[in-house]
């Protein structure tokens, strides 16, 4: 049984960087694109980034362009988020997932790791 679990997460004071990391186990991920998403309180869940099965694509939310790093390593059957120059606003759970293709369904949800801005 496929199961996602998230780490990284934590408080951060504005500016600084956090790597969110998140490990598959019970299944191989090789031929599937992976996402990061995110809810901040009050807020519905928003695609942030994604990752093709190749990692020859990428795609990012207009808000983190440039600030976002999406990378995978297949061989760990892991899949990463480099998060730089954080604000106050990108405070959320981040939870990775598994999807067919990038704006494809998810297939699968990761548990969840809270990221909190703040000084």
């Known amino acids: 049984q496929l199961q996602l679990v998230e780490s990284g997460g934590g408080l951060v004071q504005p500016g600084g960087s956090l790597r969110l990391s998140c490990a598959a186990s019970?299944?191989?991920?090789?031929?599937?694109?992976l996402g990061w998403f995110r809810q901040a309180p009050g807020k519905e869940r928003e695609g942030v980034s994604c990752i093709s099965s190749t990692g020859g694509s990428t795609k990012y939310v207009d808000s983190v362009k440039g600030r976002f790093t999406i990378s995978r390593d297949n061989a760990k059957n892991t899949v990463y988020l480099q998060m730089n120059s954080l604000k106050p606003e990108d405070t959320a759970i981040y939870y990775c997932?598994?999807?067919?293709?990038?704006?494809?369904?998810?297939?699968?949800w990761g548990q969840g790791t809270q990221v909190t801005v703040s000084s």
């Open positions: 997932a598994v999807q067919n293709y990038c704006s494809g369904p998810v297939t699968s």
């Open positions: 019970g299944f191989n991920l090789d031929y599937y694109a």
